[in-house]
């Protein structure tokens, strides 16, 4: 017996795509690997109807995301008070180029993703946060560096924000222009677009008897 | 007789940089090198205290900033009802490797904009609107690419959003380890994050005999 459970989440108002439904997606395997892909999340917030969006780096824990920051901040705060906030990540594959500038494009990757969180109290769930982290970064990092001191955890607050709605939206292909356009006689494509890591910069202050470890080399 | 004149944009409390302010600048050059540097914008809004981030495609015109979309997208609604919004810009440059796990960074450029705006109206403001982003997106390519025709100027909005207040934000440089910490046996640098367009992809459907013109090969 074949066993099928892929897991969704709600399509809510909030999170239902309206422009072009086709292109959304609910599954919790397409918003999760989307999430993990993305090296930043920008976290919108309001105060008092005054909306901000922060660039902060994440790592997802199942379906809760934690983000660290210093205890002052505005964010970290507002989340420990229980704001709902909206976390929304983009990867961006390809600029996509029609025959007619209206149907310019890009080929991504997005989700959008709603939730309220708490802030970890506990040093040893602090201390999972920052490895999970480390590990998504740079897997074998954590078992080369110096971990957080007992002073270090307690003056960092990581929130763990959980997924109550989300919703992916992906394009990916060719341009699309309309029938009559495929006629004119212009360039049409996709430019697609790569990111990397370039040559390391060692630390001016690094003792040059150090060498590159293996897994930098691997990032 | 030298002229300096360089503008700022005000601090005010909610653009103001508040953790790590050495890292602030609120010089337009500054600002606008990077928000035009940028391929996407997270709008952020507030619909009844429910904030919303939507990764959109923008192209900077003096101190307004142009959004296209559907004539129903809750986003250009809600700027056109003059709705206050928080543009977020981020350039990652670098992820910073300390030899302490809760020193590892990134290095970036940000920029956080507030404003409101308005739908634009006229059809030559609007054409002018795309022609920026054109210009923006593939230098050369709005003298080779069919132009908005009349009916679909009336199906796409364009929104004008008006920065009244913004912030940089930039970090550069190598990791920031504790004093103490610079003794310990660990590798520590920077891996520089590189973006490019790859091979570029022809549509199926490009008749054949239609090169790849030189401005699409410059991008």
Not at 19 to 47: K, N, Q, W
Not at 173 to 202: C, K, M, Q, R, S
Not at 211 to 218: D, F, S
């Amino acid at each position: 017996m074949s066993e099928t459970c892929q897991q969704e989440f709600p399509k809510s108002e909030r999170s239902r795509v309206d422009r072009i439904p086709a292109r959304g997606r609910y599954d919790e395997e397409t918003v999760f690997s989307i999430i993990d892909a993305a090296p930043l999340c920008y976290v919108g917030f309001a105060v008092e109807g005054q909306p901000f969006v922060m660039p902060t780096i994440h790592v997802r824990d199942g379906k809760r995301l934690y983000f660290h920051g210093a205890n002052k901040s505005r964010l970290i705060q507002l989340i420990e008070l229980g704001a709902s906030v909206c976390m929304t990540f983009t990867l961006l594959d390809g600029l996509v180029v029609a025959r007619s500038v209206v149907h310019n494009s890009m080929n991504y990757r997005s989700v959008v993703a709603f939730g309220s969180g708490a802030k970890l109290e506990k040093d040893k769930d602090k201390m999972r946060a920052f490895r999970l982290l480390s590990d998504k970064l740079i897997p074998g990092r954590w078992e080369d560096c110096k971990h957080p001191t007992q002073a270090e955890l307690d003056m960092t607050a990581v929130v763990a924000v959980t997924i109550e709605d989300a919703s992916a939206k992906i394009r990916t292909g060719p341009p699309l222009d309309v029938e009559g356009d495929y006629e004119l006689p212009f360039w049409a494509g996709v430019a697609p677009i790569e990111t990397h890591y370039g040559e390391l910069v060692n630390d001016p202050r690094l003792d040059s008897a150090i060498p590159v470890p293996g897994y930098m080399e691997r990032i």
